[in-house]
Nanobody
Framework: QVQLVESGGGLVQPGGSLRLSCAASGEIFTINTMSWYRQAPGQERELVASMPNRGRTEYADSVQGRFFISRDRVKNTGYLQMTSLRPEDTAVYYC???????????????WGQGTQVTVSS
């Protein structure tokens, strides 16, 4: 019943910027952590950024200072602002919510379908 839909990916030149969105719908009670992952062809999925409901955000060393994660609680939408993009940032980006659907359920990971980001001149 919980669905995450990513958008905002596309083709961008090196040094450019993109903002990815992750719209959540369905039954959501409490979000523990919102995260963004990415996976390049032939490589393992890696954690890019995470934002706990409370606490400091964390970023992978490779994107530190260039990417910024945020969340709009009213719109139930998460964002990943990406700047100074590099070819090595090319990957499918996935949003992830570690959350509870109700006070009676345990924490569970929900994933979006992914959005392609291609950085190339």
């Amino acid at each position: 019943q919980v669905q995450l839909v990513e958008s905002g990916g596309g083709l961008v030149q090196p040094g450019g910027s993109l903002r990815l969105s992750c719209a959540a719908s369905g039954e959501i009670f409490t979000i523990n952590t919102m995260s963004w992952y990415r996976q390049a062809p032939g490589q393992e999925r890696e954690l890019v950024a995470s934002m706990p409901n409370r606490g400091r955000t964390e970023y992978a060393d490779s994107v530190q200072g260039r990417f910024f994660i945020s969340r709009d609680r009213v719109k139930n939408t998460g964002y990943l602002q990406m700047t100074s993009l590099r070819p090595e940032d090319t990957a499918v980006y996935y949003c992830n919510l570690n959350m509870r659907r109700s006070p009676w359920t345990e924490l569970y990971d929900y994933w979006g379908q992914g959005t392609q980001v291609t950085v190339s001149s």
